[in-house]
Every structure is written in structure tokens, then in C-alpha cells.
């Protein structure tokens, strides 16, 4: 069951990212992960729990399936927690803006229009004029979503002797108040949760900061039908491509969010030729959850970039330090095909692939994907327009 998400900001927030090299600034990342929001109801779900014990976790959900549990409103998240997807949270449920996505470099009113199917140089389709790639996040009018941050100073105080630290000033960038972030959860059983959450969520909750107020409602996903016609309508656009071939299905997969592959990416120590890091990656993320559908899924262009990431898990016990690891950037985009026309096994695997994500962590919001995403069918990029 998929309730939709939406998070009201009611303080500024602090969602840990990465220290700048000055280490001055402690900046916050521009969205929520879902791992942020489920900490965040894992400590109000444990807090108000009578049976919860710090012996079996560091703020983890531990259903006790006691008398008093049949009646309490944690119920529904807590007899299923470890299983419950949570999708990152994105201002105003806005998207990372795919890597094939363009926009005209001398005039920000031009449209902004995809190059995944495109040829040849490319160039304004309004004025011919070079372009530029497009960052950030967009909405469903393909209009750039901002941000609203604050700069907040802070000074550290010497916890022995309760005065200030000196050379401790720091400043924080944050989000601002008032702002909204919108995602998904997935429950994998029909199962009633509360409506409205307050929570506090991200860094430095105790001093005010990341007090929030969660609103869940239940939808209805789309089945395999309408991911039937976003692929019948994908074959009718790339069939105008002079490289198209009539007895294969194409289909596009775009990552809505980073994504950590089963399989780890080690960095090349030399020139490695591009079908064979496109193979790689798809060994990687996309072939084995599509395995059921067949041999043949290849892998003809990716539009890819990578991050580093590494960190600190609280839920293990000493020491929680974790391996860096390559990460595929939210936004990269693969174009493939497979041998034969769509039947109902593709359909399946395809649909499955994009309901349960790929790679791993998952349940926190990473490897989300869409096939055949709209915005490669209707903003242009058939062919070169310049």
C-alpha cells in the first residue's frame, strides 16, 4: 500500500551533508532521504512506547506484540517497520532533473528539452543558440524548483567550564521554515497508520531545529497498463531514429534518485572503452532484477555521473564507520533494448523494477526509477534540432 507524503517545515532544518573543506560552514542538503524520515519516526515511535528498551537498538522499532499494542497508534508503522519503503522528499514534490535535460544558454525562457533520443550537435530548438545542461530539480512544467535557505551562527561552549569555545564559530545553512517536501512510503500490508505525525527530524533537534509535521493519505499506484503505454509510445518515437531496429523493444530507465549498486563499481586505474562501462553498469544495477524477462537486455547509451559517498550507521553496534563507495547520481539515464516485442514477462520485470527500485537501500529512498519517463516522451529530442 503507497501513502503519499507530504512534510511541512515548521523551524529550520538540518539535513547532515557534507562539511565544507573550510569547515566553517555546516551546509544542509536540499532534500530529506528517507532514511532521515524514518529516524525521525523511529524516535517518536520508540519514545512513546512503554516496552522499548536501548538494548536492542539505537533508536530502532521493535514490535513487542504486547496486550497494549492492539491499541496504539504506532501500530501499523511499528509491526512492519523494517519493511516499509520510504522515497526521499523533494521540495513541493519536485524531481532531480534527468541528465539528458538542456536548456537554451543565452535566453532561460526558451523550454527546456531532452537530448536522450538526439543526434548531432545540439542547439536551441527555439533560437539555435548553444545550450547548457540543466541542474537541480524541476516540476511538472519543467520550471526550476529553488530552495530557501538561512545562514544561522552558532558558537560552541566548553562543556566543562560552560563558556564559549574558543575559534568554535561555525554557521549553519539551512532550510527555512515554511517550505513543503512531498514523497512516498510503501506499507507492504494493508495496515491503518496515523493521518498527521509531528516529529523532529535531521541535526541539532534539541536547539529547535527540524521540527516538522507529517501528512500521509493512501493513493492509487498505476498498474502495468499505463507503464504499457509510456513503452508503446517510446517504440513510436525512437522508431523515427535511423538506428532503430523493428524487432526490438527499447525502453529508457531514469534514476529519480542516487542509486548504490549490488555490485561494487571499483574505479578504473586506465582508459576503459564506453560499451564496456555501459555493460558494467548494467551488470551492475538493471540485468540481474531483469533477468526473468530473458537474455539480450543491452544497454545501448548511458548518460551517467557518479558520487562518492561514505558515513556513519548508527544501527550497528561499535564501530559504525562505513566503506566509501561509488554511487550512480540521481538523474543519469539509460537507454536499452532487448531482442523481441513487448509481452507480458517484460512487462512484469519492468514493472516490478520500478515499483522495488534497484541496488541496495532501497527502503531508504535509493535507487527509484521510472521506465520510459515522461519527460523523455514529450520534450522533444527525436532528432538533432540544430
Not at 524516535?43 to 497494549?68: L, M
Not at 500490508?189 to 516538522?212: F, N, Y
Not at 551492475?284 to 524477462?293: I, K, R
Request: hydrophobic share 40%; proline share 5%; aromatic share 10%.
Amino acid at each position: 500500500m503507497r501513502y503519499a507524503v507530504t512534510l511541512n517545515l515548521m523551524s529550520p532544518a538540518l539535513i547532515g551533508d557534507r562539511r565544507e573543506p573550510s569547515a566553517y560552514f555546516l551546509p544542509s542538503r536540499d532534500f530529506i532521504p528517507g532514511g532521515v524520515l524514518r529516524a525521525a519516526l523511529a524516535r517518536v515511535i520508540t519514545e512513546s512506547c512503554p516496552y522499548y528498551s536501548e538494548t536492542k537498538g539505537y533508536n530502532w522499532v521493535h514490535f513487542a506484540a504486547e496486550p497494549d499494542c492492539a491499541t496504539c497508534i504506532w501500530r501499523g508503522f511499528c509491526a512492519s517497520f523494517e519493511r516499509v519503503r520510504f522515497s526521499h522528499l523533494y521540495k513541493d514534490g519536485a524531481r532531480v532533473a534527468p541528465l539528458t535535460a538542456y536548456r537554451c544558454k543565452f535566453n532561460s525562457n526558451h523550454p527546456i528539452f531532452d537530448t536522450l533520443l538526439a543526434s548531432g550537435g545540439r542547439r536551441c530548438p527555439e533560437c539555435k543558440n548553444r545550450v547548457e545542461r540543466v541542474s537541480g530539480y524541476l516540476d511538472e512544467e519543467n520550471h526550476n524548483v529553488a530552495l530557501n535557505r538561512r545562514l544561522i551562527m552558532r558558537l560552541a561552549v566548553d562543556p566543562y567550564r560552560g563558556v564559549a569555545m574558543d575559534r568554535q564559530l561555525y554557521a549553519l545553512r539551512v532550510l527555512d521554515a515554511g517550505q513543503t517536501f512531498q514523497g512516498w512510503l510503501d506499507i507492504p500490508a494493508t495496515i491503518p497508520i496515523s493521518e498527521t505525525v509531528e516529529l523532529r527530524l535531521g541535526a541539532k533537534t534539541t536547539v529547535g531545529l527540524g521540527r516538522a509535521v507529517v501528512h500521509f493519505k493512501q493513493f492509487e499506484e498505476p498498474g502495468p497498463d499505463a507503464m504499457r503505454q509510456r513503452i508503446e509510445r517510446f517504440q513510436q518515437i525512437i522508431s523515427q531514429l535511423g538506428e532503430y531496429q523493428p524487432d526490438c523493444t527499447y525502453f529508457s530507465l531514469t534514476l529519480l534518485s542516487d542509486t548504490l549498486p549490488d555490485t561494487e563499481l571499483i574505479p578504473a586505474t586506465g582508459w576503459v572503452p564506453t560499451p564496456y562501462l555501459r555493460q558494467e553498469l548494467a551488470r551492475a544495477v538493471f540485468l540481474p532484477p531483469l533477468g526473468s524477462a530473458g537474455a539480450g537486455v543491452e544497454v545501448t547509451r548511458a548518460v551517467a555521473d557518479f558520487k562518492v559517498y561514505g558515513g556513519y550507521s548508527t544501527a550497528v553496534k561499535g564501530d559504525g564507520r562505513q566503506r566509501a563507495r561509488l554511487y550512480i547520481t540521481a538523474g543519469s539515464v539509460f537507454l536499452c533494448r532487448v531482442r523481441g516485442r513487448l509481452n507480458d514477462g517484460l512487462l512484469q520485470a519492468l514493472f516490478h523494477l520500478e515499483k522495488q527500485g534497484v541496488g541496495l537501500k532501497t527502503e531508504d529512498g535509493y535507487g527509484a526509477l521510472c521506465v520510459c519517463d515522461k519527460f523523455h516522451l514529450v520534450n522533444g529530442g527525436v532528432s538533432d534540432e540544430g
